[in-house]
C-alpha cells in the first residue's frame, strides 16, 4: 500500500507550570487537514494536520479523503478524514510503554452514515462503530473514545476497516505515553486474589468521575481526560451530599501525583447524609453503573479526606458489587488531611451490566460515623469476559465434591501407594500417564464398596444441559466401531466421532455397566461443565444413559505439542508459533490458577498434556479434579503426583501444592520448547549432568550457553531479545522456590513480551499486527446450557470441525486421548 510520507516537526510550547506533563513520545494529529490546531489546555497542544508533512507519522493514502463539517464546530472537528478501504496510521514510537491513545469522532451529515472497526497493535479497539450509538444529545461536542494500550518500541499502527460498502473516519487522534507507573499489571480482585496480565489487554474507559464535583475538561486536566459529575449515577441521591469543596492546597506524596488525578478531583468529594432527625444513620451510598455485561474491568477509586475536621480519623468501608468490604482507613493510605490516595481494583459485571460501588460507616471509626468518595474509574479490560461468580450452585458442588474428594484422598493414599509399590517395574515413573497415585483414579479398589447395581439416576447437580443421548453417541461412532478407536486406558476406549451437527469430538466411554469410578465420573463432569475457556480442551457432554459412563470432549486435530517437537515426520515448528503456542497454554493455565471458577491447579503440565487443534491453537487437556484447591488454603497436601523432569522440588520436598508447582512444570516444558530435548533424556551416553533438563537448561543459561542447547531447526529465527527475555521467563519460572517464581499471569505477559520483541525484529507486513490475534485474550464466560443436539458455543470456543483425518493422523491423536483421560481407573 502506498503511504504518504510527511516529515512532522513536534514540539510544545514553552511550559508555564511544572505540573504540565511533556510525553517523550507524542501524536497530536487533526485529521483530514492541512493546518495545524492549537488546542488550549496546561500546556496547549498542537494537533498536527495530517496532510502537513511528517517524519514520524504516515497513513494509508489509498482510498482516503477528506471532508469538512459545519465551520461552527470547533477547529479540530471541522475537518474529518474518510477511509473507503482498510486503511491505518502508523506512528513510530520511541519509547515502549503503556499509552493513553484517543480518537476522537464528531457527527455531521457526511460521516453519520458511516460503519467501521478499529483496532490497534493487537488490540480490536472499535467493533461495529457508528457514531449514532453516541449517547451525547449535545450535537456540538465530540465523541472521544479512550484506551490504555501497552506498545513496544517501533511502529505503531492504528487500522481503520471499513464494513460492508461502508467508510470509515476520523477527525481527530492523540497517542501519547503515560506518565511511568500510570496503570500497575496486577490489582487485586477479592482480597485474596490479584488479577495480574492487566497490561498484556487493552483498556477502555468507560467512566471516569469527579465525585461530588463539576465536569472537569481536558483543559484543566493534567491528563487532557474529562471528569464527568457523580450525580446521575447515585442509586439513591438523598442519602449523599457534596462535602465543602477544599480550596488550600493538596499534599501530593509517593506515587500519588497531580497525573492520577488532577486537583479539582480530589478537592471535592461526597459524603454520607447524615440527618440527626432520621432514626438510624447507619447506611451506604451506592453509585451505580452501567457497563458491558459479563466482562472484566479495571476499577479506580479515589479519596482524600477533605471531610475530616482536625486530624483525627475517618475509618470507612468500600463495597464492590455489594461483595469484599475493605476498610478505609485514610490516616494508614496517607497519613494527614487532605493527601490523596487511590486504590485499584480487578472486577466483574454479571448478566445484569451493573457494576456498584458502595461507602458504608465502620463500626471502627474513632471520629465520624461517615464516609467519602472523590473519584472513580471504570475501565474496560477488553477481551477478556467474567466468569459466573461463586454462587449458590457452586457452593453446592463444594458441598457434595469435598466429601467426595476428601474421601478419596485417604482412600488412594492408602490404596494408591500399594498399587505403585506393585506396579513400579512395569510402569515407569516417566511415563505414568495413567499414573496410578491419581486421588480420583484410586485404582478400582475403592469402588468395590459400589455396587454394580448402582443407581444411575442424575445427581442434583449434573448439567443435564450437557447431556448426549445415547443413541447419538452410537451414531456418532458409528454404534463404536474399531476402525475410530483411537485410544485405550483403564478408563475404557476413547473414539473418534461425529455428532449429529458435525462437531468432531472424542468420545470416552467407560466400560459400559461397571459403575466403576462412577464419582469421578460426576465430580468431572460438574467441573468441566462450568470450565470453558479457548486453551483449555473443553468436554461437549456427557451421557449415563444405560449404565454407560460417556464423556465427550471437542476433537484436538493436530495432537500434542510433544509430537510437534520430537516427531520428525511433522513439520518444524517455527519459532513465533512456538512462542505463541506458550502463550496458549500460558492463558489455560492462567485461567485455571485464577479464573473464578479456578483455583485449580493441573499437577500435570508437560508437552503431551498440551495439545494443539487445526489452526495450532493451543489447549491445555487433562485438569482433573484432585487438584481442586480447598477455598480457604493456600496449598492442597497429598501424594506426590506428576510426572518425573516436570516435578516441582519443593512440592515433591514439602508436599505442598501449590499453583507454584504448575509454574515450575511450566518452565520445564518452555526449555523443552526452545531446546527440542526431552524432560528426562534417556540417551545413557549423556553426562549426569545433562539428563534433567530444567537443571542442564539452567546452568548453560547461567553461563551464558543457552545458545548451545537450542533446537538448531530454530536457532537462527530467534531473535536475540526474544531469547532473552524468553530465557528469563524460563529461568523464573524453575526458581527453586515457589515464593521466587512468578504467577501464571505474570509469565503470560513476559511471553507476549518475547513475542512482541520477536515481531519487531523481524521484517513486519503491514497489517501484520492488526486484528488477528484481538480475541486470543482471556475468553472466560459462562457455563453454557447446551441442548444436547444444538451445541451452542460462542464462536471462540468452538470446537474445530476438521476433514477425514488420515491414518496418519489417526496415529498421532491415539496418544492426544489417551491424556484425556478423566482417571485412570474408569
Ligand atoms: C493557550 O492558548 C490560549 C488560546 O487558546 C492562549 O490564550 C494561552 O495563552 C495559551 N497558553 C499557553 C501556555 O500557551
Ligand atoms: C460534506 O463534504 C463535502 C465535501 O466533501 C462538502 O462540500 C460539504 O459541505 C460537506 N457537508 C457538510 C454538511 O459539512
Ligand atoms: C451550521 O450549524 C448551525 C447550528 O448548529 C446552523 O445554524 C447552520 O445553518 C449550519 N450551517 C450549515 C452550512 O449547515
Ligand atoms: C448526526 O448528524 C445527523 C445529520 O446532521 C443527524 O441527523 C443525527 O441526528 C446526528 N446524530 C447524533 C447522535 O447526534
Ligand atoms: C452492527 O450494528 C448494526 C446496527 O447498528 C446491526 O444491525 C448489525 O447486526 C451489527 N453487526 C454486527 C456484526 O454486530
Ligand atoms: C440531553 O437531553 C436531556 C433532556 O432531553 C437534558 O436534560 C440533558 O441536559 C441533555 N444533555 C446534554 C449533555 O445536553
Ligand atoms: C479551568 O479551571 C479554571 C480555574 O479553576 C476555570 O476558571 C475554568 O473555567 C476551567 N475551564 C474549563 C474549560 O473548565
Ligand atoms: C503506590 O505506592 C504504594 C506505597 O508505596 C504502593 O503500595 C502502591 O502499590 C503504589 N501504587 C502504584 C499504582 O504504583
Ligand atoms: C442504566 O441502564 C438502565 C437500563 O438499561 C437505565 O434505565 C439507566 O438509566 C441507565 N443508567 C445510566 C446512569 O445510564
Ligand atoms: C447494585 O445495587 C442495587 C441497589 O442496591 C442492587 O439492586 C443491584 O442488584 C446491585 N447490583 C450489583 C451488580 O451488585
Ligand atoms: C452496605 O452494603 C453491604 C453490601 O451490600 C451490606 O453488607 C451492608 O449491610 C450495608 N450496610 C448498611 C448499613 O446498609
Known amino acids: 500500500m502506498e503511504k504518504l510520507l510527511l516529515p512532522l516537526l513536534l514540539f510544545f510550547s514553552i511550559l508555564l507550570s511544572p505540573a504540565a506533563y511533556t510525553p517523550p513520545d507524542h501524536f497530536f494529529i487533526n485529521c483530514g487537514s492541512d493546518t495545524n490546531a492549537i488546542v488550549s489546555g496546561n500546556p496547549n497542544r498542537t494537533f498536527i494536520g495530517d496532510s502537513v508533512s511528517s517524519g514520524s507519522l504516515s497513513f494509508s493514502k489509498e482510498g482516503s479523503y477528506v471532508t469538512t463539517n459545519n465551520q461552527t464546530s470547533e477547529v479540530l472537528y471541522q475537518t474529518a478524514r474518510i477511509f473507503k478501504q482498510q486503511s491505518s496510521y502508523e506512528f513510530d514510537i520511541d519509547a515502549g510503554g503503556t499509552y493513553l491513545v484517543r480518537l476522537h469522532f464528531f457527527n455531521s451529515t457526511n460521516v453519520s452514515t458511516a460503519v467501521f472497526d478499529v483496532s490497534a497493535a493487537r488490540f480490536s479497539l472499535l467493533k461495529n462503530f457508528t457514531i449514532l450509538r453516541s449517547s451525547t444529545n449535545d450535537s456540538n461536542s465530540p465523541l472521544i473514545d479512550e484506551f490504555l494500550v501497552s506498545i513496544t518500541q517501533g511502529k505503531f499502527s492504528i487500522h481503520f476497516t471499513p464494513l460492508g460498502s461502508s467508510f470509515a473516519f476520523i477527525n481527530a487522534i492523540e497517542v ?15 482480597p485474596s486474589n490479584n488479577h495480574g496480565g492487566i497490561l498484556s489487554h487493552a483498556l477502555q474507559t468507560i467512566y471516569r468521575i469527579n465525585v461530588g464535583g ?40 509517593g506515587n500519588v501525583t497531580d497525573f ?8 471535592t468529594a461526597k459524603e454520607m447524609n447524615i440527618d440527626s432527625s432520621r432514626l438510624s444513620n447507619t447506611f451506604n451510598v451506592t453509585w451505580c453503573f452501567n457497563v458491558s455485561k459479563n466482562s472484566r474491568h479495571f476499577v479506580r477509586v479515589h479519596f482524600c479526606n477533605i471531610v475530616g475536621k482536625t486530624d483525627g480519623n475517618i475509618i470507612f468501608k468500600l463495597y464492590l458489587n455489594g461483595i469484599y468490604p475493605r476498610k478505609i482507613n485514610p ?5 494527614t488531611l487532605d493527601t490523596p490516595f487511590f486504590l485499584d481494583f480487578v472486577l466483574d459485571s454479571d448478566e445484569s451490566g451493573a457494576m456498584n460501588i458502595s461507602i458504608g460507616p465502620s463500626e471502627d471509626s474513632p471520629e465520624q460515623k461517615t464516609a467519602f468518595l472523590n473519584g472513580v474509574e471504570i475501565m474496560e479490560i477488553m477481551g477478556e469476559s467474567s466468569v459466573i461468580k461463586p454462587d449458590k450452585s457452586k457452593k453446592t458442588v463444594f458441598l457434595v465434591v469435598g466429601p467426595v474428594v476428601g474421601g478419596l484422598l485417604v482412600c488412594t493414599l492408602a490404596v494408591g501407594l500399594f498399587i505403585v509399590l506393585k506396579k513400579r517395574k512395569r510402569t515407569p515413573v516417566e511415563t505414568s500417564v495413567w499414573s496410578p497415585l491419581s486421588v480420583q483414579g484410586g485404582g478400582s479398589s475403592h469402588s468395590k464398596g459400589i455396587d454394580r447395581t448402582i443407581n444411575f439416576s442424575p445427581v442434583p447437580n449434573l448439567n443435564l444441559a450437557l447431556r448426549i443421548p445415547f443413541a447419538e453417541i452410537q451414531f456418532a461412532t458409528n454404534n463404536f466401531d474399531e476402525k475410530l478407536l483411537i485410544g485405550k486406558g483403564g478408563f475404557g476406549n476413547v473414539y473418534r466421532g461425529n455428532l449429529k451437527n458435525g462437531l468432531k469430538v472424542a468420545v470416552k466411554r467407560g466400560q459400559p455397566g461397571s459403575g466403576q469410578g462412577l464419582p469421578e465420573f460426576q465430580t468431572e463432569i460438574m467441573i468441566l461443565s462450568k470450565i470453558r475457556h479457548r486453551h483449555l480442551v473443553s468436554l461437549i457432554g456427557y451421557c449415563d444413559e444405560r449404565f454407560e459412563m460417556i464423556l465427550v470432549y471437542e476433537f484436538m486435530e493436530k495432537g500434542t505439542l510433544r509430537d510437534h517437537l520430537y516427531n520428525r515426520n511433522l513439520p518444524c515448528l517455527p519459532w513465533k508459533q512456538r512462542l505463541q503456542i506458550c502463550i496458549g497454554a500460558a492463558r ?24 494443539l487443534d487445526e489452526n495450532l491453537i493451543a489447549k491445555v487437556a487433562d485438569f482433573g479434579l484432585s487438584k481442586l484447591a480447598p477455598m480457604d488454603q493456600t496449598y492442597v497436601s497429598t501424594g506426590i503426583k506428576g510426572t518425573f523432569g516436570y516435578l516441582d522440588p519443593e512440592y515433591f520436598k514439602t508436599q505442598q501444592l501449590t499453583e507454584k508447582s504448575d509454574v515450575y512444570s511450566f518452565g520445564v516444558v518452555l526449555l523443552e520448547v526452545l531446546c527440542a530435548r526431552p524432560a528426562i533424556s534417556r540417551d545413557p551416553q549423556l553426562p549426569r549432568e545433562q539428563v534433567n533438563l530444567a537443571e542442564w537448561g539452567l546452568l548453560c543459561h547461567q553461563k551464558g550457553l543457552l545458545d548451545t542447547i537450542i533446537d538448531p531447526s530454530i536457532k537462527s529465527q530467534i531473535s536475540p531479545n526474544s531469547l532473552r527475555k524468553f530465557a528469563e521467563t524460563a ?28 515481531q519487531t525484529a523481524v521484517h513486519r507486513e503491514p497489517h501484520e499486527d492488526s486484528t488477528t490475534d484481538a480475541n486470543s485474550g482471556l475468553q472466560m464466560i459462562h457455563v453454557q446450557r447446551l441442548p444436547s443436539l444444538s451445541l451452542q458455543v460462542e464462536k471462540d470456543d468452538m470446537p474445530i470441525l476438521g476433514d477425514s483425518t488420515t491414518d496418519e493422523s489417526l496415529l498421532s491423536t491415539s496418544e492426544v486421548f489417551s491424556q484425556l483421560r478423566i482417571n485412570d481407573a474408569r
Open 176 to 190: 501519547f505515553l503515560a506518565p511511568e507507573n500510570f496503570i500497575p499489571d496486577t490489582a487485586p480482585t477479592s
Open 214 to 253: 463539576a465536569k472537569v475538561t481536558p483543559e484543566n486536566d493534567t491528563l487532557w481526560r474529562t471528569w464527568i459529575p457523580d450525580d446521575g449515577f447515585l442509586y439513591n441521591p438523598k442519602m449523599a451530599k457534596n462535602s465543602t469543596p477544599f480550596s488550600g492546597s493538596l499534599k501530593y506524596q
Open 260 to 267: 492520577i488525578a488532577p486537583y479539582p478531583v480530589y478537592r
Open 331 to 335: 490516616y494508614d493510605m496517607a497519613g
Open 588 to 611: 489455560g493455565l492462567h485461567y485455571l490458577h485464577k479464573g473464578s471458577t479456578g483455583g485449580i491447579i493441573h499437577r500435570d503440565i508437560k508437552p503431551t498434556n498440551i495439545l
Open 731 to 758: 529461568e523464573k519460572c524453575l526458581q527453586e522456590d515457589g515464593a521466587d517464581r512468578p504467577s501464571m499471569g505474570d509469565v503470560l505477559w513476559d511471553l507476549e513480551y518475547a513475542l512482541q520483541l520477536q
